[in-house]
């Protein structure tokens, strides 16, 4: 039973009860309440009996025939004054029995009646009212029979609505888990429907639209390819040919312009590194997992960075009971060797660098610096390729915005996070979020 059928069936039911009871008033209000007319023929011998009996007698036996009808049923007759009558009943029944008419309580299984509207029974017959109570009034049958034959509609209902329903949701079912994995990266995807389900034009809806995104994605992805391999031929040249003329020129004052050359094509071939890097990340590849110490990578990330970190102190907490996980250790360092850089560059004095397992949950990598901290508006973007913030766009931080972007692809494809927030030193806090999937013992 899914979602889609209970709805609908709650909704189809929903509206045949406020059908019936729509139904019930309308035909109240203009033809009378349909359980009177059912009392009335189960108490039609009592009405008979006083109508063809009772009545047809003279005015002198008009009341020993009612005494004798008392005698041979069981049902109770008797005589109340006119205004009493009036004072148990609305208007409309009020209407009726001034008119002459019988009147049903099904409530109270009995009937009103005038004697007469002219006296002629007896001396102020038209201000007395025969009350017959006790009579043989059993509507609980029809609304047996009623309910019964709600259920049967119900039941009469709910057999195609469920298949009709199901297909439907085994239809959703597929397309979610279609979106699911293309969303997870798996571009080549696509639902797979016939021509005779509801959701096929959907399908090839969402079919046509992924085709376009994996062809958007892959010229993306081999222009990026393209200009970065492309860019290594030239850099290749600069640097064979700076090489020449440093050999060439021995005058001291092209020396520092050389210097500055040499950097300039260095910076060059980092870039186009990094580009490549990022562009093997967005290919979501499977990753190269093996089973390796938490603890141990994220000191061999400190210890590997002792050229950029040896001007800060740099703070490790990293537990003996870490234990080991099963990913991709490259990636992973490289995701905490590119925090490491980012903070370096930014912190006055200290980094601080701490890792826990939290059972049940994961495993959480913390790096915090003492720095000036992000702005919270800035917070999300500085993930994006190529985004700086204002300060750091100069030489003296060096950079291209692609190092935090590289890191949260790396941590993504282990399907964990990474966020960032205000430290409790005064800068910037990132912290890893790996499942708990991921640990081992």
């Not at 309440?33 to 108490?43: I, M, R, S, T």
Request: proline content about 4%; aromatic content about 6%; some cysteine.
């Amino acid at each position: 039973m899914n979602r889609l059928f209970l709805r609908f069936f709650t909704l189809v039911m929903l509206s045949i009860s406020v059908a019936t009871i729509a139904i019930y008033l309308v035909i109240s209000m203009f033809f009378g309440d349909p359980f009177d007319e059912v009392a009335e023929q189960q108490a039609s011998g009592q009405i008979l009996l006083l109508s063809e009996y009772v009545d047809q007698a003279g005015p002198d036996e008009w009341l020993p025939r009612l005494n004798k009808l008392r005698e041979i049923t069981h049902a109770r007759f008797d005589l109340i004054p006119l205004q009493t009558a009036k004072e148990t009943l609305n208007a409309s029944r009020q209407a009726q029995l001034l008119r002459g008419e019988v009147v049903i309580n099904v409530a109270d299984k009995s009937f009103y009646r005038r004697v007469d509207l002219k006296g002629e029974r007896y001396i102020g017959s038209d201000e007395d009212v025969i009350l017959a109570q006790d009579l043989p009034i059993d509507v609980a049958p029809v609304l047996k029979t009623e309910v019964l034959r709600y259920i049967i509609v119900a039941v009469c209902l709910l057999i195609p609505i469920a298949l009709w329903s199901s297909s439907h949701w085994r239809g959703l079912q597929a397309l979610e888990k279609v979106a699911d994995e293309f969303g997870a990266g798996h571009l080549k995807v696509r639902a797979q429907t016939s021509e005779r389900d509801s959701i096929h034009p959907l399908a090839q809806r969402m079919n046509q639209m992924a085709e376009r995104i994996e062809e958007l994605l892959d010229a993306q992805r081999n222009l990026l390819h393209s200009v970065s391999h492309e860019l290594r031929t030239p850099i290749a040249r600069l640097e064979f040919a700076l090489e020449l003329l440093r050999n060439a020129a021995k005058n001291p004052l092209l020396e520092p312009r050389l210097q500055a050359m040499g950097a300039d094509i260095t910076e060059l071939n980092t870039m186009v590194s990094e580009l490549l890097d990022l562009g093997k990340l967005d290919q979501a590849a499977p990753l190269q997992a093996s089973e390796f110490s938490l603890g141990t990578c994220l000191q061999d990330c400190v210890d590997g960075l002792q050229h950029v970190l040896q001007e800060h102190q740099v703070k490790t907490v990293l537990p003996a009971d870490l234990g080991m996980m099963v990913g991709d250790p490259r990636l992973l360092a490289r995701a905490v060797s590119n925090l490491l850089r980012n903070a370096a560059k930014y912190t006055n004095d200290s980094i601080w660098l701490s890792a826990c397992r939290i059972p049940g949950v994961g495993m959480e990598i913390s790096l915090e610096d003492d720095g000036p901290g992000i702005p919270e508006d800035e917070r999300e973007r500085i993930f994006e390729p190529f985004y700086r913030l204002d300060r750091s766009r100069d030489r003296n931080t060096g950079g291209f915005g692609l190092g935090l972007a590289i890191a949260q692809k790396a941590v993504q494809a282990h399907g964990g996070r990474i966020s960032v927030a205000q430290g409790e030193y005064g800068g910037a806090r990132f912290t890893i979020f790996l499942p708990a999937g991921l640990a081992t013992n």
